[in-house]
């Protein structure tokens, strides 16, 4: 714990301006970033008599290490730097909303040639118009599949939307005329686009000029005596109607508004979102948070509004989802000044907004009903909450006990080893904090240092790579001097893969823990309080034996082995057995599980991208490109390797040298017996790819990973 005296900027160093500021931890890493009018004024404030300080900014100024400022021009240029370092830094003490669940929206992928309605959930694509987000899936299916009776857009994905065209005929939808076949050449692009167009503006608000047109197109084929097609016509009329009627007026005035409401006591707060358009509730959302700094209602609604339009732009009134900023935006309190973030709104909407509190009339009792909604949130969340905190802490403890440690383990680390019968071995590492999963902090490795299946020898490599490369961060900041120089090997460790994880061989890994220039958290620079490895005393005694190695003596190590699920300790003839009713043995478990499917998707897309490897891929100077172009006009390999250089030259983009090349290389490559997929029996095509839906799973494993 620093004392913030030691910190503490000189008198007249600090600036009157406005400006944005950082506190920074001892390990450099950024914990809470605000913004002043004032920087002398509001850091000042954060070096008083400690016990004068709310209790939260108490810890923060504690905790931090030193402090840091940038001087900007205005209010509204602070406003917009302080939520770039928020979102860049992810700091410990700012209050971050999060999505309580991921709200689905319905998408319409406008950036294809023939677009497509389904939903969507997770960041916004470009080129995709959305309307949402939803409370359920559901209801998004539902407006859907009323909507199309009369926008029979297409709903298909990729792979049926290409067989059907290969096979000529249309899927279900498209014999019941819910979709307008584009697969098979019923509509051209130009009117399947113009279609798709139409269910925009109607999911937009803009209704009225669909349904006149509907009822004075039912009205002309009655009085034509067409009394099927008027009948038709009427009942795709109802189906609009009772789309509509999802979607209940709130708002005479037919206005576009965002109402936001906010509940909370002194550890947590909920905020709920109504999107309004055109008068209807088009969107609902909330988020969460913990109240890790001392805040009122005022500055809850700035950093909720913040949250929700940092990242957009334009009308929303104009969009017609959910995105954009709208005309009025509604809060239940006004952060003071208010004209700063008002002008931030302004720039990003492009036109003037409304941020103001409802005082009367139908605006006011729905920002009631809203705000009930965020009451519910935030006492359905405690609920949960409570229970999974109790247990999440009860875990710990438990395990703390059974392995007679001094505290309770708040980091833990797993590790497991994944092979397909000695081929492409690989290691995961994953990490729970403070009993959840921080898949941010995943690791995958390969195994390099020798060929074959050890996984007791692989244990002590992961092991070893993964705290050599702790220690060596440490001795970048100068916590640690070696007794002798590091292997030349050390650098050469996992790295991160696209979905938080690691994968590859790590030539990244060159920086430190912390950058001091951004603050943010490098790889491998915490250490845990537990390691925990798949298998039992062999595997334990490798990884003990490779801190040992290192000097590495405060990281406790266990094993959990699958058969009986005994945790095993170093030097231990007897494991430990933990009540198959323990907490704390569930949270092993489900950490060992989580280990097990990391380490076993990195082997299978490894394996994947072996079988994928044809003829082909040796030829040098190929790319994929000109690959599926000999491929495609050759329809498969056995042909391409009995035509000619000549033919062979006729593919768009491959000259004469490439013909040549391209045939001395199929030549001198024997065509190999047909392959089969062990694991799935699928046959393996003759372009050297598997077959369609052929997964392989490594074998000598069990499906959760585990050597058989």
């Not at 503006?201 to 509907?214: E, Q, V």
């Not at 550890?267 to 109240?291: C, M, N, P, S, Y």
């Not at 969340?381 to 229970?387: C, L, M, W």
């Not at 797993?414 to 921080?438: K, N, P, T, W």
Request: aromatic content about 6%; hydrophobic content about 35%.
């Amino acid at each position: 714990m620093a004392d913030p005296s030691s910190y503490r900027p000189k008198p007249g160093q600090i600036p009157d301006s406005p400006g944005v500021y950082k506190f920074r931890d001892e390990h450099g890493r950024v914990i809470y970033v605000g913004k002043a009018k004032s920087l002398r004024q509001r850091l000042s404030s954060y070096f008083q008599d400690i016990t004068n300080l709310h209790q939260r900014t108490a810890t923060m100024v504690t905790t931090a290490a030193s402090v840091e400022w940038t001087v900007v021009a205005t209010e509204v240029e602070a406003l917009q730097l302080e939520y770039s370092w928020i979102k860049e830094f992810d700091p410990r003490f700012n209050v971050k909303y999060r999505d309580d669940k991921s709200y689905p929206s319905l998408a319409v992928t406008m950036n294809e040639e023939f677009p497509r309605v389904q939903v969507m959930r997770g960041p916004k694509r470009k080129g995709v118009r959305y309307f949402g987000p939803y409370a359920h899936a559901w209801a998004i299916r539902e407006t859907v599949d009323l909507l199309l009776r009369v926008f029979p857009v297409r709903t298909c994905s990729a792979g049926v939307f290409k067989r059907s065209a290969q096979i000529g005929r249309p899927c279900l939808l498209g014999y019941i005329d819910k979709c307008s076949a584009p697969c098979v050449g019923r509509i051209s692009p130009a009117d399947h686009r113009e279609l798709a167009e139409e269910f925009c503006d109607f999911m937009a608000g803009h209704t009225g000029t669909y349904t006149r047109r509907l009822e004075q197109r039912m009205k002309d084929a009655a009085a034509a005596m067409e009394y099927e097609q008027a009948a038709r016509l009427r009942d795709d009329l109802e189906a609009l109607r009772r789309a509509m009627e999802k979607n209940a007026v709130v708002l005479a005035d037919a206005t576009d508004a965002d109402l936001i409401a906010v509940a909370e006591d002194d550890l947590e707060a909920a905020v709920q979102i109504f999107h309004v358009r055109g008068g209807r509730v088009r969107g609902q959302r909330g988020w969460v948070t913990d109240k890790v700094e001392a805040v009122d209602t005022a500055d809850l609604v700035e950093h909720a509004l913040q949250q929700l339009y940092g990242d957009e732009s334009g009308d929303a009134g104009q969009s017609g989802g959910s995105g954009g900023v709208p005309k009025e935006v509604l809060v239940p309190a006004l952060p003071s000044p208010v004209e700063p973030l008002a002008q931030w709104l302004a720039d990003r909407r492009g036109s003037h907004v409304s941020l103001r509190i409802p005082q009367r009339g139908d605006k006011k009792d729905l920002m009631a009903t809203v705000q009930r909604n965020a009451q519910q949130a935030l006492a359905l969340h405690k609920t949960r909450r409570a229970s999974d905190l109790t247990t999440r802490s009860r875990a710990l403890e438990e395990i703390a006990a059974a392995l007679d440690l001094d505290t309770a383990p708040l980091r833990i680390e797993c590790y497991d080893i994944s092979h397909l019968q000695g081929d492409d071995v690989v290691a995961s590492m994953v990490v729970f904090e403070d009993g959840l999963a921080r898949k941010s902090e995943y690791r995958r490795f390969q195994i390099k240092s020798f060929a074959g299946q050890d996984d007791v020898r692989s244990m002590h490599e992961v092991i070893s790579r993964r705290f050599r490369r702790y220690l060596q961060e440490r001795q970048k900041t100068g916590e640690w001097e070696p007794e002798q120089p590091q292997d030349a090997d050390a650098a050469a460790d996992g790295e991160p893969a696209a979905d938080g994880g690691h994968t590859g061989s790590g030539a990244e890994q060159a920086a430190g823990p912390i950058d001091p220039d951004t603050g943010r958290p490098r790889k491998f620079a915490y250490p845990p309080q537990l390691v925990v490895v798949d298998g039992g005393r062999p595997q334990v005694a490798a990884a003990r034996r490779a801190l040992d190695e290192l000097g590495i003596a405060d990281v406790f190590v266990c094993g959990l082995a699958k058969r009986l699920e005994e945790v095993w300790v170093p030097d231990d003839e007897d494991p430990v057995i933990l009540p198959r009713s323990s907490e704390g043995l569930y949270l092993l478990q489900r950490v060992r599980d989580e280990a097990h499917r990391f380490a076993i998707a990195y082997q299978r897309s490894k394996r994947t991208k072996t079988l994928k490897a044809g003829a082909l891929d040796q030829v040098p100077g190929l790319g994929e490109t000109r690959k599926q172009a000999l491929l495609k006009h050759f329809g498969s390999l056995k042909r391409l390797r009995a035509a000619t250089v000549e033919e062979i030259c006729q593919v768009p983009g491959i000259g004469r040298r490439t013909a040549e090349t391209v045939a001395g290389a199929l030549a001198s490559a024997a065509p190999a017996a047909p392959a089969v997929n062990t694991a799935t029996g699928e046959i393996i095509e003759d372009d050297g790819r598997p077959a369609a839906g052929a997964e392989p799973v490594p074998s000598g494993r069990d499906p959760r990973g585990k050597s058989t």
